[in-house]
């Protein structure tokens, strides 16, 4: 289990993660930002920029709770909400 230890907001969407596995990729999250939770961060850049990596969820986060599962970050597995459509 790959998960998130180090993120940098980088231009638009990206963010420059680090992976428990020593890997770091930028990342566009902008399509992954769906659903009412993500409104205020794609609504608000200043918001977008207030990420922070959760070490207990070992994953990104947003002041409003929302969060992105580190394996679709990864890019191991899609988002739940795509796979059921």
């Known amino acids: 289990m790959v998960r998130v230890t180090s993120v940098e907001v980088s231009e638009g969407y990206e963010l420059l993660l680090g992976f428990t596995n020593g890997e770091r990729k930028v990342i566009d999250v ?18 977008f920029r ?11 986060v ?4 929302a969060d992105i599962d580190p394996d679709v970050l990864y890019g191991s597995y899609l988002p739940a909400w795509l796979e059921a459509s």
């Open 50 to 60: 207030m990420v922070r990596v959760d070490e207990e969820c070992g994953t990104i």
């Open 62 to 65: 947003w002041p409003n709770g």
């Open 30 to 47: 902008g399509w992954l930002l769906h659903g009412p939770v993500f409104d205020p961060i794609r609504e608000d850049p200043k918001f």
